[in-house]
């Protein structure tokens, strides 16, 4: 069976079985922005069911403009109140550089390489706090998901002020 047969036969499965979600708002009022890394069960790792969040996922887990603008969407149109920002250990973006990405690929874009988990969190927690459009957005959470013993390192917390 080639690959797209397979997703195709798993979908019928899957909608004969499946308990649907009514409402579109997440229940928690919780984005997650995270990696695409497929060692990654967002919500298995998070405890979260169907309904009860916005994953956003990108190389990385980095705070894009893309990222800025569904979350313009999950705050004023959704009511999401809380992000979490959750990057992880053996990242493929960690330790390079955009010159390597860049001979790699051959695509000449800014990949937002990871020096150092704290401080992209940090900055990209930090972009997200100073967003204009953002301000629905009370708390934002930065994490380091650890893709060996599933554990979650809190590194960052922001709320915002009152
Ligand atoms: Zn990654």
Redesign the pocket.
């Known amino acids: 069976m080639t690959q797209i047969a397979r997703l195709l036969a798993a979908n019928e499965a899957y909608a004969a079985a499946r308990a649907s979600v009514a409402d579109a708002n997440p229940t928690r009022r919780l984005a997650v922005i995270?990696?695409?890394?497929a060692r990654?069960d967002v919500f298995a790792a998070l405890g979260l069911h169907l309904g009860d969040a916005h994953v956003i996922r990108n190389?990385?887990?980095r705070v894009t403009d893309d990222v800025l603008r569904s979350l313009a969407l999950s705050s004023h149109v959704l009511g999401v109140d809380t992000a979490v920002v959750m990057?992880?250990t053996?990242?493929?973006?960690?330790g390079v550089t955009d010159e390597t990405l860049r001979q790699l690929t051959g695509a000449d874009l800014g990949f937002l390489p990871i020096d150092d988990h704290a401080a992209a969190l940090r900055s990209d927690i930090a972009i997200l706090a100073a967003t204009p459009y953002l301000t629905p957005l009370k708390v934002i959470a930065g994490f380091v998901f650890d893709v060996v013993s599933g554990e979650i390192d809190d590194i960052v917390r922001w709320e915002r002020p009152a």
């Open positions: 995270t990696c695409m890394d990654i190389a990385g887990g990057q992880h053996k990242c493929g973006l960690a």
